[in-house]
């Protein structure tokens, strides 16, 4: 190893010792299942915007989304910042409110209270998926930075980032995963900034940046005419927008608010902030195009994959403490992100399948089965974290996978959260045939042409979610008086 790399190698070091130690202090601040699950249901807004950013802003932001910039220009980033930040808003604006009030502990339990068991089973089964693979891409990420920035081996790289997830996930439970979050959120916005800095400085200044501009790269909208280009624009930003709603982890922010009102603002201002800071990759990108063009850095080093932009900038403009702080906060993006989708998977095991199994309800809340449910998570975690390092191996394009991931839970579960939030007249079986004709249409896709991501992209985001939402309707009302779910009002009262 070049001795040149101990110096941002020990600062690194120094900063995942870190990280596990907070772990160790949220640790013992866990008294019981609710403290580990929502982290005690008391959290501050500053904690919630802190929380959702860095959740957000992970691997597939910076890395990929630098990238794809970089080949496509803001067209290439439409779903993950923007889309994605839209998901945030959206669910501030209409439907932290009945979340909250529901009082429960996982979005698996929305499914499980209103329409059955077996419902609440199949829901949390179909995110588990999505949520593992999530956790794989930050994973995937930490690799490839300790990979070509050190020449660390990719598997090393791998290993190193389960471990440093698990053990602090694994000890302090959601009250370590918000601390890191909020303390990762300062490290990522001053790496970002400091790489924007020095980058527009060694590329001539923001007015020399300008002028290698390419043509369209600002271009938001189709640069082609017709049908076609609408509709996958349309797909580019349902997937990601639409696709993030019913996630487990942006659901655990809301339980975890102090109160409904600090739960929206939370979800509308992190949204808004993603939007904003999400224009640093873009802005890097157009650094690299300057630096390509005028000779500074060889195009060649990253011309196989894009998403290499960022390690070989960060590698030629930083000296070796720079570098160390600014992989940090890499680093520190991409581990907050894979804490957050590691425990979310976990709670999904533990609180949506093995409690309504094994824990009968009116027991559920008894000192001993707290401890249980505290004790099974964990042991999930554990689980969550060997799966998505080998789910990880099988891929290595970041910024697809991340895609994938939510356009996979758009055409599958969107519409299920949102008829179960704000529609009383479906019911089970209109749920779960929805839920199952959304996933066949995935499943026969990836058969077919043997991939995880099969084309054309655009009937495999849209698709999927019109099927869904035919048969949830078309189900339910032809099966109206054989089943009813139960009512909002009456999960309300009960909780």
């Not at 976990?346 to 559920?364: C, E, G, M, Q, T």
């Not at 007249?425 to 749920?431: A, P, R, S």
Request: proline share 3%.
């Amino acid at each position: 190893m070049n001795y040149d790399n101990l110096i941002p190698l020990f600062i690194i070091f120094l900063f995942l010792m870190g990280i596990i130690f907070v772990g160790k202090i949220a640790s013992k601040k866990v008294k019981n299942s609710d403290d580990y699950l929502v982290a005690g249901r008391g959290a501050p807004l500053i904690l919630i915007v802190g929380t959702l950013f860095a959740t957000f802003w992970g691997g597939g932001t910076i890395i990929g989304a630098t990238g794809a910039a970089y080949n496509e220009g803001i067209y290439g980033v439409i779903e993950d910042p923007f889309a994605a930040g839209l998901a945030l808003i959206l669910i501030g604006l209409f439907f932290v409110k009945t979340l909250r009030r529901l009082k429960i502990r996982s979005v698996g339990e929305l499914y499980n209270y209103r329409f059955g068991k077996t419902t609440g089973y199949l829901a949390a089964s179909l995110m588990i998926p999505t949520y593992i693979l999530w956790t794989a891409v930050q994973l995937l990420a930490i690799g490839k930075i300790l990979n070509i920035l050190f020449g660390i081996n990719l598997i090393l790289g791998f290993l190193i980032a389960t471990a440093v997830v698990v053990i602090f996930t694994y000890m302090g439970g959601l009250i370590a995963v918000v601390w890191t979050d909020a303390i990762q959120m300062i490290i990522i916005f001053i790496g970002l900034l400091a790489i924007l800095i020095v980058g527009f400085n060694v590329a001539g200044g923001i007015p020399n940046v300008i002028s290698h501009t390419p043509k369209n790269f600002w271009n938001f909208l189709p640069r082609e005419k017709g049908l076609a280009s609408w509709i996958s624009y349309i797909a580019m930003w349902a997937g990601m927008a639409l696709g993030n709603i019913p996630s487990p982890d942006i659901a655990q922010r809301a339980f975890m608010a102090k109160d409904e009102k600090t739960a929206k603002q939370g979800m509308i201002i992190a949204g808004g902030l993603y939007w904003t800071i999400g224009f640093i990759p873009i802005l890097i990108a157009l650094i690299g195009i300057t630096l390509v063009s005028n000779g500074t850095i060889d195009a060649s080093l990253f011309a196989e994959d894009s998403e290499l932009l960022i390690p070989f900038l960060a590698k030629e403009l930083l000296n070796p403490v720079g570098l160390g702080f600014f992989v940090a906060s890499l680093l520190a993006a991409i581990l907050s992100s894979a804490s957050t989708s590691l425990f979310a998977t976990a709670v999904l095991f533990s609180n949506d399948i093995y409690r309504p199994i094994f824990i009968k309800k009116d027991v559920a809340k008894t000192q001993a089965n707290d401890k249980r449910i505290l004790r099974i998570t964990k042991v999930f975690v554990i689980i969550v974290g060997l799966l998505s390092a080998i789910c990880g191996l099988a891929s290595t394009n970041i910024y697809d996978l991340t895609i994938f991931a939510f356009t996979l839970q758009f055409g599958v579960l969107f519409f299920p959260f949102v008829f179960a939030l704000k529609s009383n007249w479906v019911n089970t079986y209109g749920i779960i045939a929805g839920m199952l004709g959304g996933l066949l249409i995935n499943v026969i896709g990836c058969i077919s042409q043997l991939t995880i991501i099969p084309e054309p992209w655009e009937f495999f985001t849209l698709v999927p979610a019109l099927v869904n939402l035919l048969l949830i309707i078309l189900v339910s009302f032809c099966t109206r008086n054989k089943n009813k779910a139960r009512s909002l009002e009456e999960i309300i009262l009960d909780n």
